[in-house]
């Protein structure tokens, strides 16, 4: 019998699929972890066991595990139920093989066909082994050879029964006058895997001496993308978080002989620069982040290029660089494995080497360079968010120009704070905290019901709009109903906030969320309160004004009254409204 959907996720653990991909933290009943599907500094990424579900309270992206993969690997919905059935050994019905999937497996085919190819050719395992690459290594990373002769593709395609339109759509093989070729003959090829250890793509070095271009990889297609792929992470990703760094080389032989040499920590781009997507996808797995790239001109400031980027990202990047006229190929092949634990432990943040290259290049002896200096690093500076670290960079700057620490700081004034804290104001993130703590737990309704009505004083509209339905249906029932009370609600913004508060304050103990309650009310009580005396006031000066004497003494007395109000304790009192 084949599973249902019900089934599947019955058995599934969000938490086993999310954290694949995501490092995740426990944070009272839920864990988080930095949001895959948009850019943060902070976690707000969330995953709630006893739910089941993901949210997160920065993009809104949420759902159960189903969803998590749909979104994360980009397949459809049939494709994440398969991908989830091998995962926990279950059947779930299926439909014809979709087209992931079919060009997955053509690629895991070609791969293979490709392999078996190398097996075969003296020229290519000569040319592997002249470079260092051992027999070990070509084994687990698949590396193969496409040779160049036409017919090949052509038993390939007839022998592997594989359709020839999949092997279009990958890219790898193309038409011409009427025949197949694939775009790698004569290269050795090297797998490129996801996190899955799916082939996604390839890249291919020529092996012949003038052969141009050196490397050549699949075209971008449904499956592979060059700004996300990293060559390498699936054998390397668990080694990564262990470590809790990794370094990040630029070509495949790179990796290869670090990997040979035990160096488990890396990744390779595809000879391209770093881009966003590929730190994000590491960051899933560490927050320090370390470029060994070439150490000439070239290769430096393609790193600084990434400064911001790193900021931007709260990522701790560094950089090692090289001895100049080496890689990190030729490096640990020629002077050894010593050499480069020894480069690795003189990593540098790559905020310092930005400085250094700043400095050299507008000078700080005079006012202008000195200027110039300061407002290329600036930037970079304020988007420290760590306090400490800040504060020795101002101070460096400091010693670097002669300006004073102070007016570093003033210059940063009005910049600082998280943005998105920005947009919300400390009463309004109260006011959904309350929310999530009475959806979690009515029942504290019942011992604020003489307050119901300071509800009015809300100032946030949609927080007030939910507390009223909170009380409403509260009073009705008896009860609240999460799933039934998100079913009542209108609009977007107000089934967002309900989702949200819910999740968000999971992790109270009944004796927190009792008094989250109640110092809210209280609060709202104070406001209230301070709302009246605002209006006394305004009165009285009016009052004043015409010499209403009478007016003014009524005045006075109901001002008396209400500061008497904001002193006292207004639960022990009770019923205000
Ligand atoms: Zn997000």
């Known amino acids: ?7 599947l996720l019955a058995r599934i653990n969000i938490l086993d699929i ?15 972890g930095l949001c895959p599907f948009h850019k943060e500094k902070a976690p707000s990424f969330t995953v709630n066991l006893e739910k089941q579900i993901y949210y997160c309270f920065g993009c809104h992206e949420g759902g159960n595990a189903i969803n998590f993969l749909m979104k994360y690997e980009n397949l459809t919905f049939q494709e994440a139920l398969e991908n989830l059935g091998s995962q926990y050994g279950v059947e779930v019905a299926r439909r014809s093989g979709t087209k992931r999937t079919s060009a997955l497996d053509a690629l895991s085919k070609l791969a293979d066909y490709y392999h078996q190819a190398l097996k075969r050719s003296g020229t290519a395992q000569e040319y592997l082994a002249r470079r260092g690459i051992d027999t070990h ?8 050879f496409s040779d160049r002769t036409r017919c090949d593709m052509k038993s390939f395609l007839k022998d592997s029964g594989l359709s020839q339109d999949i092997l279009l759509s990958t890219g790898v093989i193309r038409m011409k006058d009427g025949g197949v070729y694939d775009i790698f003959r004569g290269r050795i090829i090297i797998p490129i895997l996801d996190v899955n250890g799916h082939v996604i793509g390839f ?7 003038n052969g141009l271009p050196k490397y050549i990889n699949s075209p971008e297609s449904s499956v592979f993308s060059k700004r996300s792929a990293l060559f390498g992470i699936d054998k390397t990703r668990k080694c990564i978080a262990e470590m809790n760094q990794v370094f990040i080389v630029e070509g495949y032989f790179d990796f290869l002989s670090l990997y040979k040499h035990g160096f488990k920590n890396i990744v390779a781009t595809l000879g391209t620069a770093v881009t966003e997507g590929q730190l994000a996808r590491l960051r899933n797995y560490t927050d320090n982040i370390t470029l060994m790239l070439d150490g000439d001109e070239a290769g430096i ?9 790193f900021s931007d990202m709260d990522i701790n990047g560094s950089m090692v660089a090289l001895p100049s006229g080496h890689d990190p190929d030729s490096l640990v092949r020629d002077e050894g494995t010593e050499s480069v634990t020894k480069i690795i432990g003189e990593k540098k943040a790559i905020l310092d080497y930005f400085f250094d290259y700043a400095k050299n290049k507008y000078g700080v002896n005079t006012l ?25 960079y101002i101070k460096r700057l400091s010693d670097l120009t002669g300006l004073e620490e102070q007016h570093l700081w003033e210059g940063m004034k009005g910049k600082e704070g998280d943005d998105a804290l920005k947009a919300e104001t400390p009463t309004n993130i109260i006011g959904r905290r309350v929310v999530g703590v009475l959806l979690n737990n009515p029942d504290l309704l019942r011992s604020c019901s003489s307050q119901w009505g300071l509800v009015d004083y809300i100032r946030d509209q949609d927080t007030k709009t939910i507390l009223s339905r909170i009380v409403d249906c509260f009073e009705k029932r008896k009860e609240l109903a999460l799933q ?21 304050t999971a992790e109270y103990d009944d004796l927190e ?44 007395e109901r001002k008396r009254e209400v500061l008497g109000l904001m002193k006292s304790n207004p639960m022990e009192r009770g019923g205000h409204a």
């Open 484 to 504: 039934s009370f998100v079913q009542t609600l209108e609009t977007d913004a107000l089934k967002d906030l309900v989702l949200r508060s819910s999740l968000d």
């Open 301 to 309: 400031k393609s790193a600084l290029r990434l400064v911001s980027l």
């Open 137 to 144: 290594i070509i084994n687990e990373f698949m590396i193969g």
């Open 203 to 209: 890249g291919g070095r020529t092996i012949d001496k």
């Open 1 to 7: 019998m084949k599973a249902t959907v019900e089934d």
């Open 513 to 556: 969320a009792e008094r989250v309650v109640i110092d809210y009310f209280r609060y709202l009580e104070k406001n209230s309160i301070k709302e009246e005396s605002q209006r006394i006031t305004e009165k009285l000066s009016e009052a004043e004004k015409k010499g209403d004497n009478e007016e003014i003494m009524k005045l006075l």
């Open 18 to 32: 999310v954290s694949q991909h995501v490092k995740l933290r426990r944070a009272g009943k839920n864990f988080v």
């Open 368 to 392: 202008e360079g000195k200027m110039a200096f300061i407002k290329s690093v600036m930037p970079h500076v304020e988007a420290i968010r760590d306090t400490i670290k800040k504060r020795l």
